[in-house]
């Protein structure tokens, strides 16, 4: 985007709406919750749907047909939809049929169904492992699949294996459950009740930055944040706050001192804090056109790369740091 603008300065940027995204990600899980036995919530636009046994009722297609319709007269959204044995044909059926479509893959035609198209429709094959392909003149599944299976498992190790499953159709994953997390939270009492800001407001920034680093490590963003504090005298009061839909440290740090600096009216002694993320949605965090720089962009992945290896007590902000 910021080659797009130098190109083009006169281009009109229309933000995302992070906070809409969610809102109609939520009423979409409701309809699917009240109609499917068995689903999957893989990401904020992404479900799967286990209709085992549904076919001796009304036919898992016809079923399947009717929820789709469902969602689109309620929520006017372009919904797409793929239906077969298994997890994999089915999401790759429903990239083949956008933008607001439906198709099924009949058993037994999986692999007639994926034999002509590209490689890169098999999830897991990014770029380079297209180009390692595209090198032996491998572009349709087709062709990957007459590979023989040693040669695939000596150059991908066991990830060899699993693509040559995928180029056959062959995916045993279960759908899993959706139990949606309500929220996250941590929250830290005193050892001895104290009024001293500076300190309260490293500590605030310390557990907050532990909280969107756990949002990210799960692919979460989150709508909503709340700070509480707990009063020397046991009076207990909170602050909470919608915000656009984020997992970014920078925002919500922010964010979490803001409220605490309104909260914090007494000025007595303080016996604890607390921070809560709520209004949680899978999704990655979009980087903000304007408030982002490609160098922080590029800080905050290392840090995370360190963190997730090292743990995330290793590496932290300044502001963090408390004696």
């Known amino acids: ?26 009423i979409v899980t409701d309809i699917i919750r009240e109609k499917a ?32 319709q469902k969602i689109v007269k309620e929520t ?4 797409s939809m793929g239906l077969s044995v298994n997890k994999l044909v089915s999401k790759v059926a429903t990239g083949e049929c956008k933008p607001n479509g439906q198709k099924q893959v009949p058993r037994g035609h999986e692999a007639e169904f994926l034999a002509p198209l590209s490689i890169r429709k098999i999830p897991m094959i990014g770029k380079k492992t297209a180009d390692f392909f595209y090198e032996m003149g491998i572009t349709k599944i087709k062709t990957l699949r007459e590979m023989p299976v040693e040669i695939l498992e000596a150059t991908f190790g066991k990830n060899g294996r699993v693509i040559w499953n995928k180029a056959h159709g062959i995916d045993n994953s279960p759908v899993v459950p959706y139990v949606e997390r309500k929220s996250i939270s941590t929250e830290r009492t005193f050892g001895r009740d104290t009024i001293d800001v500076k300190r309260i407001r490293s500590i605030l920034t310390g557990m907050t930055e532990k909280l969107a680093f756990q949002l990210r490590q799960e692919q979460k963003l989150c709508a ?7 009063y020397s005298d046991f009076e207990t009061v909170s602050r909470q706050q919608l915000i656009p839909y ?78």
């Open 76 to 79: 006017h959204l372009p919904i």
């Open 224 to 230: 909503s944040i709340a700070v509480k504090i707990r």
């Open 246 to 323: 984020t997992a970014s440290d920078k925002a919500l740090i922010k964010r979490a001192l803001d409220l605490f600096e309104k909260l914090y009216t007494r000025r007595v002694l303080i016996r604890l804090v607390g921070v809560r993320l709520s209004r949680l949605a899978h999704g990655s965090y979009q980087i903000n056109l304007f408030d982002d720089t490609q160098e922080e962009i590029r800080l905050f992945e290392a840090m995370d790369r360190i963190k997730t290896k090292y743990g995330s007590s290793l590496l932290m902000r300044a502001s963090a740091l408390t004696e």
């Open 37 to 68: 036995p068995l689903f999957e919530k893989s990401s904020i636009d992404e479900f799967y749907i286990d209709l085992t046994g549904m076919d001796r009722f009304v036919g898992c297609y016809k079923w399947a047909i009717e929820l789709r």
């Open 1 to 26: 985007m910021k080659l797009a603008l130098q190109l083009c300065p006169d281009a009109i940027v229309i933000s995302g709406d992070t906070g809409a995204y969610g809102k109609f990600s939520g």
